[in-house]
């Protein structure tokens, strides 16, 4: 016995001595050299050889601190990792490549973590970091990496039934992706487009291309590839009814899924294997086989549309042998499931509604009914929010026509005061008293004696003669001006010069020098077409405004009424004009 054991302790040792001295050399290799070596063992499932030599390459890359390369180790070694650490190794990629210059990142961090989230059965957070991943490839006009993304979002359109999309972009990147996929990733695209051609019953088009791809592996060193067009064989042969044939080759499937650990494919195969045994009448061993997925399912927690289908066969069975117990427990699985399908894919299942009306679940499952009638109390509610929101925009609707039209109104009267004003001036011939004409509502303050006591009558007169020459010689539009500059541009000071425009003209300074802008401007539009054809940005400055917010605001509380409103309706008026002179002249 004791022999035994040391030739078992010798053999052990020998092993990792020789797997050891394999990798002990790995120091020889470039980055280059070190990533072709990793995803070689990585294409052909070779999980442990792999492993080590990510790893390796990150200890290398941190020892020699380089950034890139380090950003290259953490997407190398997640690939191998649980999720949680898988995540933080992608997060760490996050921040070690925020400030690397070039067209690889983000968007790889973005994919991959798509890719881990996908992997994990997190079918949205997997859609937002694709589209991000997208958004950043094609902004940085990366070919490789944008179809990338593209193929990606294809494989969660076929998830959720849109094989005819998903085909359209697979097809493409087969045919013509030469130049941004290798040999592994021009088998995947084959693979996958295979599959959406079953769904979308295009077997003569599945057909070949499975017979294609069974004669490429035949050169290749990949072991898992035989098994998957096993597996895609299988299924061509379902949709066949060749059920027998299907059985034997959807078997050989999920066993070397099932040896291998890849439980998704594993759950593919089981859920076709159980509808051959269904197609064969063989309802025992269609039992059983989705009973084990279920199994799978709950063990893995990786779910897919079609399970639908084989927790409503379990549930029929169960119901047709009165066997309630499981009935019920099948409804609970079934429950869960849709609920997190539902959650992932955005719409309701088909079958449920088919095979279970409200009075047959009121029955079975009082907890179902509750679940009706909250989806119910939400349809109500979001309705009504629907309906507060639409009555909330006539509201809003209704009070901007209010709007306009009284802003119209506002426009017409205010083309009618310069009109009237117009004619004044040619009737009166005194430019003085027009020019001091105050088109707003605000009649001018009468006179009075307030400022008389402070301010002589001589200096009052002179502030006033020269506010006139202000206003008739136009210096008002001259930008910056001030209450400071004004006052010493006619040699006074600013409290007599605020004191007379405020006793004088019953307002302050400020309102003052906008009114006069405002009032020029209100004028010349009417007057001068070509005026009226300037960008906003150039009245404003025409008439002394710094900026055309500011004319804009200016506008709008003197008048009432937008720039643009008057002048809509100053052009409508001339329109309307010229139509009844032409017919006045015809």
Known sequence: MKYIVLIILLLTNSLAIAQKNKFSNLYEFTYPELRNKFYDYYDHNQSSEAKQIARYYLQKAKKEKNTLEIAEGYVLVHFYEDFPTALKYLDSLTII???????????RTYLSKGNLYYKHDNLKAALDNYILGLKYAKEQHDE???????????????????????????????Y???NITDDYQHNQMRIAL???????????????????GQKAILTGKNKQDPNLYSYLSGTYDLKLKAYDTAIIKLSNAYTYFTNNNESTNANYALNNLGKAYQGIKNEEKALETYIKLDANVQKFNLTFPELREVYTYLIDYYKANN???????????????????????????????????????????????????????ILYISIGILLLILLFIIYLYYKSKKTEKEQRKIAQDLINLVEKRNIEEKNADKKDEADNIEITHLAIPEQNDKASKVISEEVTQFILQQLRIFESKELFLKKGITLASLAKNIKTNTTYLSEIINTYKGKNFAAYLNDLRIDFALDRLVKDKKFRSYKLSVIAEE??????????????????????????EIDSLNDSQNNNNQLIYK
């Open 144 to 174: 490789k990496q944008t179809a990338y993304a593209n193929m990606n979002i294809a494989y969660i359109n076929s998830y959720i039934g849109k094989n005819i999309e998903a085909a359209k972009t697979f097809r493409y990147y087969l």
């Open 194 to 212: 295979i599959s959406c051609y079953l769904e979308i019953n295009k077997l003569d088009s599945a057909n070949i291309l499975i017979k294609e």
């Open 323 to 377: 066997n309630q117990q499981k009935q019920l427990y099948y409804i609970d699985r079934f429950l869960i499931v849709d609920r997190k399908l539902d959650e992932q894919i955005q719409y309701l299942s088909t079958e449920l509604p088919k095979k279970y009306d409200t009075p047959n679940l009121l029955q079975e499952k009082e907890d179902i009914i509750e679940e009706l009638k909250l989806r119910k109390r």
């Open 176 to 178: 013509n992706g030469n």
């Open 97 to 107: 490549t925020k400030n690397v210059k070039g067209n690889l990142y983000p968007a």
């Open 543 to 568: 008439l002394g405004y710094n900026n055309e917010q500011a004319f804009s605001l200016a506008f709008k509380k003197k008048t009432g009424t937008t720039l643009s409103m008057y002048i809509k």
